[in-house]
């Protein structure tokens, strides 16, 4: 089409008839139509196309960090039920959980498994500390610290604060968890003590 419309207005500037104010009118919609054509066939540069991925505003960001915040409280207080009333956990949810071990996947929202998680979580308070974030039209990754204590499996209350990273991606107009890492190094380990843990020691040394 590009090509035909070049072609056309050759000949014709080449005639030996004055262009009157119709045909320049034609040939000025051609040149148009050509610059157009030309340019929806050249590829998007590396930041128009960066542009056209609009991270999620500012407020919808701070929302999700908010609700992030009231789930780990939920959960050290041992409320699964307002917990699980909160958080949406995608079908290819991935968890690598503070006590180590693979990776698991999936998770079990059935009411016996609730019940025990209640059971095991008690008494607990929890803020989250946002290190860092990264946010795209339809993934958001949380780097954060848990700072949190409670009650856990028969424990008496102490500290159980978290480096955690989760990921977000947006299903259905709304955020879904499809993964959370966490891990309870939060101050600093000495090499010898990263070294045993490295290799699967208990802390006594065994």
Request: glycine letters at 8%.
């Amino acid at each position: 089409m590009i090509e035909m419309g070049s072609g056309w207005h050759r000949r014709f500037v080449a005639g030996p008839t004055r262009m009157g104010d119709t045909e320049m009118s034609k040939s000025n919609c051609w040149k148009r139509l050509a610059l157009k054509a030309a340019l929806a066939m050249l590829p998007l540069s590396a930041s128009a196309a960066q542009e056209l991925t609009t991270a999620p505003p500012e407020q919808e960001l701070a929302e999700l960090v908010r609700k992030t915040e009231v789930q780990a409280l939920a959960f050290m207080r041992g409320d699964m039920d307002k917990w699980s009333g909160l958080v949406r956990i995608a079908k290819d949810f991935t968890l690598m959980q503070p006590f180590g071990g693979e990776a698991s996947r999936g998770f079990d929202m059935s009411p016996e498994r609730l019940a025990r998680l209640a059971s095991y979580f008690r008494n607990g308070d929890a803020r989250l500390e946002l290190v860092q974030s990264y946010a795209s039209d339809n993934m958001v990754v949380l780097a954060m610290i848990e700072r949190q204590h409670g009650e856990v499996g028969g424990l008496p209350n102490q500290e159980w604060s978290l480096r955690v990273t989760q990921v977000y991606r947006r299903q259905g107009g709304q955020w879904w968890l499809v993964h959370r890492h966490a891990d309870p190094l939060v101050r600093h380990v000495g090499l010898e003590t990263a070294a045993a843990l490295a290799r699967g020691a208990n802390p006594d040394g065994r």
